[in-house]
């Protein structure tokens, strides 16, 4: 197990931005893909955003030029900056790590451990 804590969810108009925190106890995020996944309200949870070993990202789609994913320089905490969002970004957005070193980081089965999660809701 790794312990994954997020914070930083928040109510915000459309059009705001929030970055999302997840500290990792006793782990370094670069040991394999880490990630930020959601779940909207009567759908299936997705990834949104994903960093490999060496430090690539990757977005889907909806998120791609608005949301960016990241890492500290110690690599035990992962960011999420969102910006310009909007109501269908409306979700809990859990933090996620895989157990083993695969770099398919927007992969939902990729991800072994997952955080409680921070609700993010916009709305006017």
């Known amino acids: 197990q790794v312990p994954l804590v997020e914070s930083g969810g928040d109510s915000v108009q459309p059009g705001g931005s929030l970055t999302l925190s997840c500290v990792a106890s006793?782990?370094?995020?670069?040991?394999?893909?880490a990630g930020w996944l959601r779940q909207r309200p009567g759908k299936e949870r997705e990834v949104v955003a994903g960093?490999?070993?060496?430090?690539?990202?990757s977005a889907q789609d909806s998120v791609r030029g608005r949301f960016t994913i990241s890492r500290n320089s110690a690599d035990n905490t992962l960011y999420l900056q969102m910006y310009n969002l909007s109501p269908e970004d409306t979700a809990m957005y859990y933090c996620?790590?895989?157990?083993?070193?695969?770099?398919?980081?927007?992969?939902?089965?990729?991800?072994?451990?997952w955080g409680q999660g921070t609700q993010v809701t916009v709305s006017s």
């Open positions: 996620a790590t895989s157990a083993s070193e695969g770099n398919l980081c927007l992969v939902k089965s990729t991800y072994n451990y």
């Open positions: 006793g782990y370094k995020f670069s040991r394999a893909c």
């Open positions: 960093i490999d070993t060496l430090g690539g990202v």
